[in-house]
């Protein structure tokens, strides 16, 4: 019989993986770094290209909204957003957070970011990933003795094909 155990504790020797990276949708169910729901959901609850209001002279950027719910079930959630264009490539992506997000009467949670994307122009819509980022990723080379274990994918970057 052979015994794997995940993270560090194992005598033979701490390990890291990566959590498979999750289909990017406009509306996702957050998940943890095993796959599972975690409760809650974030939406794009809209987008356009516009002027920054503090950066008018950069020309258009892609402001957008969204929304989680369910978030009084954990401690806060992060997930990626990416502007991407009709093929679903990735102009530009960054972590939003619940915890950066106002909270609405009926208990969600609501926010709106801007990304400066190169050629807004290319924009066909915002995605989000639902692997929750806000996973403290302590690493075997971190924390020898209680990191490792199975962390959040890579955050989505420019150029990915989501």
Same mark, same amino acid.
């Given at each position: ?28 169910? $957050? ?17 356009? /290209?516009?002027? &920054? ?9 892609? &402001? ?7 978030? &009084? ?5 992060? $997930? ?38 190169? &050629? ?16 403290? /990723? ?13 962390? /959040? ?10």
């Amino acid at each position: 019989m052979v015994l794997a155990l995940s993270g560090c504790s194992s005598p033979w020797g701490c390990t890291d993986t990566a959590a498979k990276r999750g289909e990017a949708r406009v509306k996702v169910q $957050v998940e943890d770094t095993g796959g599972q729901h975690i409760g809650v959901t974030a939406e794009v609850v809209g987008w356009r /290209p516009e002027p &920054h209001p503090q950066e008018p002279s950069k020309g258009d950027q892609v &402001h957008f909204t969204y929304r989680f719910d369910g978030t &009084h079930k954990t401690t806060g959630s992060a $997930v990626d957003a990416c502007a991407v264009d009709k093929k679903r490539v990735a102009l530009l992506c960054q972590t939003i957070y619940s915890s950066g997000a106002r909270p609405e009467p009926d208990g969600a949670l609501t926010g709106d970011e801007w990304l400066a994307v190169e &050629h807004p122009e290319q924009v066909a819509g915002v995605l989000l990933l639902p692997n929750d980022q806000s996973y403290d /990723p302590r690493t075997c080379e971190q924390d020898s003795k209680d990191g490792g274990g199975t962390h /959040p994918p890579e955050e989505a970057a420019k150029g990915d094909q989501l």
